[in-house]
T-cell receptor, first 110, second 114 residues
Framework: EPEVTQTPSHQVTQMGQEVILRCVPI?????FYWYRQILGQKVEFLVS????????KSEIFDDQFSVERPDGSNFTLKIRSTKLEDSAMYFC????????FGSGTRLTVV | RKEVEQDPGPFNVPEGATVAFNCTYS??????FFWYRQDCRKEPKLLMS???SGNEDGRFTAQLNRASQYISLLIRDSKLSDSATYLC???????????????FGTGTRLTIIP
């Protein structure tokens, strides 16, 4: 099956700026997820998204985060006002025989 | 107790050897279990799902002991390409397929030495 594609692969942004991370999964999948991994730490669940609505979110996923599927195919994660501690790898995932993760976006907040 | 606990390693093992990883999880109601591998600065990739009956895929064998809340992974005849971080992953959500929330261990780093 095609892989989950994420763009950009690396983004550097200034603290306080908004960033949008994009994921292009297979269009006929209903469940999508965002996870993040701070360098040297474990992978952490952020949010699950089903049928264009948030299904579940973690404590990390506060008001600064939002997800949407603006055009029925792309799946985005927005961070409204980035903080230094948002620097991490962000992975999009879909459920399929376990979970298939995208190649990730490395976000660096300076 | 950590939700999913693994020995962080590193494990440095000669090529051809057998290596075993262990993992414990805290939530007895956990539904499904996986081993992933992660190469440096790459995404996690599914290695295998883990079932109570045990399952094998080539050189890899996974076992689940629900009573002890314990998961294991055995790699036989290790290859240089097996060098990676191995992640124990547990779905602790009571929800069904597709609506789970995965909880990851911190991973065990394995290096195969020529």
């Amino acid at each position: 099956e095609p892989e989950v594609t994420q763009t950009p692969s690396h983004q550097v942004t200034q603290m306080g700026q908004e960033v949008i991370l994009r994921c292009v999964p297979i269009s006929n999948h209903l469940y999508f997820y965002w996870y993040r991994q701070i360098l040297g730490q474990k992978v952490e669940f952020l949010v699950s998204f089903y049928n264009n609505e948030i299904s579940e979110k973690s404590e990390i996923f506060d008001d600064q985060f939002s997800v949407e599927r603006p055009d029925g195919s792309n799946f985005t994660l927005k961070i409204r006002s980035t903080k230094l501690e948002d620097s991490a790898m962000y992975f999009c995932a879909r459920a399929s025989r376990g979970y298939t993760f995208g190649s990730g976006t490395r976000l660096t907040v300076v | 107790r950590k939700e999913v606990e693994q020995d962080p390693g590193p494990f440095n093992v000669p090529e051809g050897a057998t290596v075993a990883f262990n993992c414990t999880y805290s939530n007895s109601a956990s539904q499904s279990f996986f081993w992933y591998r992660q190469d440096c600065r790459k995404e996690p990739k599914l290695l295998m799902s883990v079932y109570s009956s045990g399952n094998e895929d080539g050189r890899f064998t996974a076992q689940l002991n629900r009573a002890s809340q314990y998961i294991s992974l055995l790699i036989r005849d290790s290859k240089l390409s097996d060098s990676a971080t191995y992640l124990c992953v547990v779905n602790m959500s009571p929800r069904g397929f597709g609506n789970e929330k995965l909880t990851f261990g911190t991973g065990t780093r394995l290096t195969i030495i020529p």
